[in-house]
């Protein structure tokens, strides 16, 4: 598997140049593996992963999403690739009840006036949209397993593990966490994952004011991820007012607690190698 960020920030894009080193984009991560390319949300970092798509000439993708707000979809109206007949996308979503329509739906009422000029309908690309249940598990194609797992977020989201010939990586957020106690529904979706890419958008002194915003901490990251034994932990989903700064001293700290974590930056590439089998 390859992992490329193309969008780490949180609520909303910022661009500044004291966010230059970490970047500014909100969610959007590309996942290859075998011959699928899989997209966690689509934040405005699916802007340049789309013109990268473009260049590779990628013929056909998957976006996963964790969730329909704004920073987790306002990039999709701006996705080049979706507009071009020759290309194909599934767009998965697992926590919308049938009450709102599905996530097509939510996509083609994001681009509906008096939002946006042109509607859902003019992209020309083949779309099919689809609806599961947070909790479920399917075979995305053959070789490459998703698991899911219902996350603590207004409006509910869906975190994501996807497993390939021994490779695993797992995308978690937004989710809120209860001091003191570890989430088991996480927990048992990270559990030896080979990337865990965790919603750290505040850290433990802050979070006592944004109970209820759902969102969690950089230090809880690194509480799962020893719990659940990862290989490799990566804060995400950073807080708009952190700067570059504020985020290498993340880092530093993170580093002390959990070697093996790192703090995501747009344009990072994350090689996950299949781990071999231990002998019986």
Known sequence: MRVTFWGVRGSIAVAAKSHSRYGGNTSC?????GDEVIIFDSGTGIRPLGADLLRRDIRRSTLLLSHTHWDHIQGFPFFAPAFDPKRSFRILAGHLPRSVGGIRSVLAGQMAEPNFPVPLEIMRGALTFEDFSAGDEFELSPGVQIKTASLNHPNGATGYR??????????????????????????????????????????DDEFPAKVGWGHSTWQEAVRLAKAAKVRRLAIFHHEPDHDDKFMKRVEAEATKLLPSSFVARERMVEDIERRPRRKR
């Open 29 to 33: 991560v590309e996942v290859n593996v």
């Open 162 to 203: 996807i497993e390939h010939k021994g490779a695993s990586v797992c995308y978690v957020t937004d989710t809120e966490h209860v001091p003191g106690q570890l989430d088991e529904s996480i927990l048992g979706l990270i559990e030896g994952a080979d990337l865990f890419i965790y919603d750290s958008t505040y850290t």
